[in-house]
C-alpha cells in the first residue's frame, strides 16, 4: 500500500502562484508514476500532470506552460508548480501514485487539498 499526504493548497489571486507537495511512504519502490488531478464542483476528475520513474512528464492542454510537475526521490515527495492560476484552476486536487499489477494498474489517492483562485 501506498501512503500520500498533500500539502500546499489555498486561496490565491488570479495571476498569483501556488506549490503542491505530495509525500508518499509505504510501498513506494513499487510506484510507476506520480501525478496530480482535480476536479471541480459538478465536473469529473481529470489528470493536470503526472511525472515517471525515469522523469517523463505529461500536462493537460490547459495547464501546459503554466504549471511544472517535479518529483524529490531522496525525500520521496512530488510537487506542483501552480503559475499565472485562473479562476478556472479552481478545485481540490488530488495526488495520485500509480502501481503496476498483473493486470492493469493500482491507483492511490491523497485526501485532497483545495485550491481557490478568486480576487
Known amino acids: 500500500q501506498v501512503q500520500l499526504v498533500e500539502s500546499g493548497g489555498g486561496l490565491v489571486q488570479p495571476g498569483g502562484s501556488l506549490r503542491l507537495s505530495c509525500a508518499a511512504s509505504g510501498s513506494i519502490f513499487s510506484i510507476y508514476a506520480m501525478g496530480w488531478y482535480r476536479q471541480a464542483p459538478g465536473k469529473q476528475r481529470e489528470l493536470v500532470a503526472s511525472i515517471t520513474n525515469s522523469g517523463t512528464t505529461n500536462y493537460a492542454d490547459s495547464v501546459k506552460g503554466r504549471f511544472t510537475i517535479s518529483r524529490d526521490n531522496a525525500e520521496n515527495t512530488v510537487y506542483l508548480q501552480m503559475n499565472s492560476l485562473k479562476p478556472e484552476d479552481t478545485a481540490v486536487y488530488y495526488c495520485?501514485?500509480?502501481?503496476?499489477?498483473?493486470?492493469?494498474?493500482?491507483?492511490?489517492w491523497g485526501q485532497g487539498t483545495q485550491v481557490t483562485v478568486s480576487s
Open positions: 495520485n501514485a500509480r502501481r503496476p499489477q498483473i493486470v492493469g494498474w493500482l491507483d492511490n
